[in-house]
């Protein structure tokens, strides 16, 4: 009863090795560091550990190999002998009972050595493995300080080794983009979040992969007040105009001036009053075509009207940016009565899309995976650089297994692709 007793409590301490081993491995930092700083006991031994894997795992590793050997020699040879002896007396020949007696505790050893050793505790540790972190954190740190020259040995011999191969033993990066997408999808089907709240993440996430010029609104799309246009004209424009902030400048788009908000000309237009539309200009951002969209929008949180300018390297006007614009990027294009849709799907599977459509949101739609260095933000803009020119009319070009073709041009603008899987 002694062996028996010995070899379950090896089998046992071999779970509890498994089960510090995963639920530290497979604990998330950012949780541990909220489990920290809400104070939750043995937090903060299982956040040391989870930074420093290297001897936690080094220590678990020589703890379990201690286990496997005791339990092999010690408990698998004194219950193999007592089981052996045991088949002898109920008359089995010698050279039967030998290999049998020990194949049979051999086999049950082993058994219960992988079910209550090794599976059941790692199914235990993924459950709740920053909670069962904290728990085994303590116990776990201190059998490191006891092994403490022997875990520094087999710490620096695996740096070693990955030092040999080129390799570094810790990960560059805990998480990426694609899992936070990986992890949010989960979440949708396993119905967490709603499908909604998945576009919005998605979209958040392009938007700290755009730069501005991938949510403004260009240049040929802005409607400007022309300082140097009659009066009368300029009147006309602001009644008709469906906007509530209207940029203006002087002689050309190049030479903007600042913004007019309308309200503040509202009582002037209907009581038909002359006035100066100098004296209304408010100054608005002037911000670079190359600047990340969220700095754009850190931009409009300061400014004094949330409308900013945005120009190229050169000093041209390129278009605008506003909150709204920004909130499209995140939450889908608002559409108007007289807009168009970015994506529209056929009954053969094929897509109608806008050129203007940005070539992120396009990739998403389609499940197609773009090169993260690019210099365009549209899917008109993917073509172009998919033929090094500006297209015609009925022009094709196949990209990830899909075969653009441009069905409509407005000028030089490329209007409408048609997008249609190659068989």
Excluded at 212 to 231: C, Q, S, Y
Aim: some cysteine.
């Amino acid at each position: 009863m002694f062996e028996l007793a010995v070899a379950v409590a090896l089998i046992a301490l071999n779970g509890a090795f498994a089960l510090s081993e995963l639920a530290v491995v497979s604990s998330r930092k950012s949780r541990l560091r909220m489990m920290v700083e809400a104070r939750r006991p043995g937090a903060q031994a299982a956040l040391t550990l989870a930074e420093d894997p290297g001897r936690f795992l080094s220590a678990v590793q020589i703890g379990i190999t201690l286990v496997g050997i005791l339990s092999g020699a010690v408990s698998g040879a004194a219950l193999g002998e007592r089981l052996t002896e045991i088949l002898f007396e109920a008359g089995l020949s010698k050279p039967v009972a030998d290999p049998l007696g020990y194949g049979i505790v051999i086999a049950i050893i082993t058994y219960l050595s992988v079910i209550i050793g090794e599976l059941v505790p790692k199914h235990v540790a993924l459950r709740d493995p920053e909670g069962i972190a904290c728990f085994v954190a303590r116990p776990m740190r201190l059998i490191s300080r006891i092994a403490l020259p022997a875990v520094w040995l087999l710490d620096a011999s695996t740096r070693a080794v990955f030092r040999l191969f080129g390799q570094e033993a810790s990960s560059a990066s805990a998480v990426t983009e694609e899992e936070i997408r990986t992890i949010v999808a989960e979440a949708e089907t396993a119905g967490v979040i709603e499908t909604d709240e998945r576009k919005m993440i998605a979209g958040v996430l392009r938007l700290g992969d755009r730069a501005v010029r991938g949510v403004m609104t260009p240049r040929t799309d802005v409607h400007w007040i022309d300082l140097d246009k009659a009066p009368e004209e300029i009147r006309a424009m602001l009644v008709s105009s469906p906007h509530s902030r209207i940029p203006v400048g002087e002689g050309n788009p190049d030479n903007m001036l600042g913004v007019v908000q309308v309200r503040e000309l509202v009582k002037a237009l209907i009581e038909n009053e002359r006035f100066d539309l100098r004296a209304y200009i408010r100054s608005a951002p002037v911000l670079p075509d190359t600047l990340d969209a969220l700095d754009a929008l850190t931009a409009l949180q300061a400014a004094d009207v949330p409308m900013a300018l945005i120009h190229d390297e050169y000093g041209h006007f390129d278009g605008l940016v506003t909150p709204a614009d920004i909130l499209d990027a995140i939450a889908g294009a608002f559409h108007s009565e007289d807009s168009e849709p970015e994506a529209v799907q056929r009954q053969d599977g094929s897509w109608l899309i806008a050129g203007w459509m940005p070539v992120d949101e396009m990739a998403d739609q389609l499940g197609i995976k773009l090169e993260s260095s690019r210099d365009y933000e549209t899917a008109a803009g993917l073509v172009i650089a998919k033929l090094q020119r500006l297209p015609e009319t009925g022009e094709t070009c196949d990209i990830a297994g899909w075969r653009f073709e441009v069905v409509d041009l407005d000028g030089r603008r490329v209007d409408k692709i048609l997008v249609s899987r190659i068989a």
